[in-house]
């Protein structure tokens, strides 16, 4: 049969059952899971089974059916596992046992019975009441087809989740994973706390916003691209100690690495330094990776979480992945264009936000296309130029080059932290600075640069205790912890093109 005969069939059926009076109910009670089933008397042998006769409730969907005349079995899945049922015409009644050869796959179910096991060994409700309780419309996917299709696996994310084991097991450990970050880090004296989403000025980020309107403030808002300038204001607020767990919105392309609406976790510390702030992200990716690797019974398989992160200059770096720099070259502008160029890159791509190109983007780009792919192993990587870093502290070291590190495992970023910049003075400069581009790129949402947030110099003349803080990307971990090549396959409900757009 065709899709739509087997839903027109369905649909029937449906009209059927309503005639009967029957009508969605609701008053079905279980009292146990397949997993609980499966703890409690999965050792239990036959004997002790028909000797104590345990009686239980359970419902699920109904993901399989061997109809023998008489008799059937039938399997119901339920969102911790599946357990066996054992149908009797002569133990539900002639009547019950015909209405439910009648079900589909797909039917959610409820029954009640006695557990025994099988003369193969398996765990099985003798059921001796079945009840419908929602209806399949729609059949389930083919089982070896159905699903294939990995755009139509995100498009119908519930399906996903219905037929595929790994990718519920993907999305149970990445919960585990964000309750293991609340708990270690309310161990470590830190308070979570919630900020505004919209925005009155895109700030704590260089990234291209989502904007909307206020209708009753008649005001343009903005959807936060980084809670940081929140945060911050809560240290001079007196809390020394803060993180939160945000959802954040960049208006930026679509790949296997980025999706407009992404999860991070931001954390500050007073009286901390870059690192500091550093140390305190390795022992926490240690420890998830560790969680992780328990809850899914994994070996250790690379890259190595317990080694120590290897720390490397951004300079060093660059030099050792393009063998044909001198270390003069780094401040040549001209000669790391012609590096750019030589691996794609485009180095009149800065004018977009300035009239010049400085060396620094010119450095920034030619890591990013040459450095940060081969960064295979947990790696700091600091001494970022301070002119991309307008938040950070300058370094008292080098005063060109600010307190700042991300850290890069298996080619992706995923913490990037620095000591905080608490002169109100010297911010204002630079969110100056950064204004003064923004004006030259002519488009006042430019994502490239900030904006002046006049707000947060006020809070800084009050005072902010001098800190540390970090960003952490929890898709792209969750990516790496559970072996996913796209972060498509972390997100639930990922951005995709409209269907019929081309």
């Known amino acids: 049969m065709s899709e739509k005969e087997l839903l027109e069939a369905r649909r029937a059926r449906l009209a059927e059952l309503r005639a009967s009076g029957w009508d969605y109910p609701n008053d079905f009670r279980r009292d146990a899971t397949a997993d609980e089933l499966l703890r409690e008397y999965g050792e239990r042998s036959r004997e002790e089974l028909e000797r104590d006769a345990p009686r ?10 061997r109809l023998m005349g008489r008799a059937a079995f039938l399997h119901l899945q339920d ?7 054992h149908a009797r015409r002569d133990l539900l009644g002639e ?16 029954a009640v019975g006695t557990l025994f096991r099988t003369r193969t060994g398996e765990l099985t409700v003798a059921a001796e009441q079945l009840l419908l309780l929602s209806k399949a419309v729609r059949p389930p996917p083919e089982k070896h087809h159905g699903l294939a299709d990995r755009e139509l696996r995100y498009r119908r994310r519930y399906l996903d989740l219905l037929y595929n084991e790994e990718v519920r097991r993907v999305f149970t450990l990445r919960a585990l994973l964000l309750r293991t970050l609340r708990a270690r880090l309310t161990e470590q004296g830190f308070t979570e706390v919630e900020t505004p989403m919209m925005h009155p000025i895109p700030g704590g980020a260089a990234a291209r916003p989502f904007s909307t309107r206020h209708n009753a403030l008649g005001i343009k808002l903005y959807l936060r691209v ?4 929140y945060l911050k204001r809560l240290l001079v607020g007196g809390l020394e100690r803060v993180f939160e767990l945000n959802r954040c919105f960049r208006n930026e392309g679509l790949s296997t690495r980025h999706n407009p609406e992404f999860t991070m976790l931001e954390l500050y510390q007073a009286y901390a330094a870059c690192a500091d702030m550093m140390g305190r992200v390795e022992e926490l990716l240690r420890e998830l990776s560790r969680a992780v690797r328990n809850a899914a019974h994994a070996p250790e398989s ?11 200059e951004l300079r060093e770096a660059l030099l050792e992945h393009n063998p044909g720099l001198r270390p003069s070259d780094l401040d040549d502008a001209e000669r790391l264009s012609e590096a750019l160029r030589g691996h794609g890159g485009d180095p009149e791509s800065g004018r977009k936000t300035g009239p010049e190109v400085g060396t620094a983007r010119l450095e920034l780009e030619l890591f990013e296309r040459t450095v940060e792919k081969r960064l295979l192993e947990p790696t700091f990587v600091t001494g ?9 502290r300058r370094s008292d070291a080098q005063p060109e ?32 600075a950064q204004a003064r581009l923004k004006e030259g790129s002519g488009n006042d949402d430019a994502g490239e640069v900030m904006h002046y947030d006049a707000e947060y110099i006020t809070a800084l003349e009050y005072g902010m205790p001098p800190a540390a803080g970090a960003g952490l990307g929890i898709d792209r971990l969750v990516m790496l912890l559970t072996g996913m090549d796209s972060i498509r396959d972390v997100l639930l409900f990922p951005q995709l093109r409209p269907l019929g757009n081309p």
Do not use: H
């Open 95 to 110: 009547t019950a046992y015909a209405d439910f050869k009648r079900w589909d796959l797909g039917d959610l179910c409820g």
């Open 401 to 432: 080059r600010a307190e700042r590190f991300e850290c890069f495992i298996n080619g992706l970023e995923i913490a990037n932290g620095f000591s905080e910049l608490n002169d109100p003075e010297e911010q204002a400069r630079r969110f100056l």
């Open 384 to 392: 970022y130029p301070l002119e991309v870093s307008p938040l950070a």
């Open 226 to 229: 980084a809670p940081e300038l």
């Open 79 to 85: 969102g911790s596992g599946r357990i066996q049922l």
């Open 302 to 312: 690379p890259p190595n979480w317990e080694a120590p992160f290897r720390r490397l």
């Open 56 to 65: 239980v409730r359970v419902a699920g969907r109904m993901v399989l059916r």
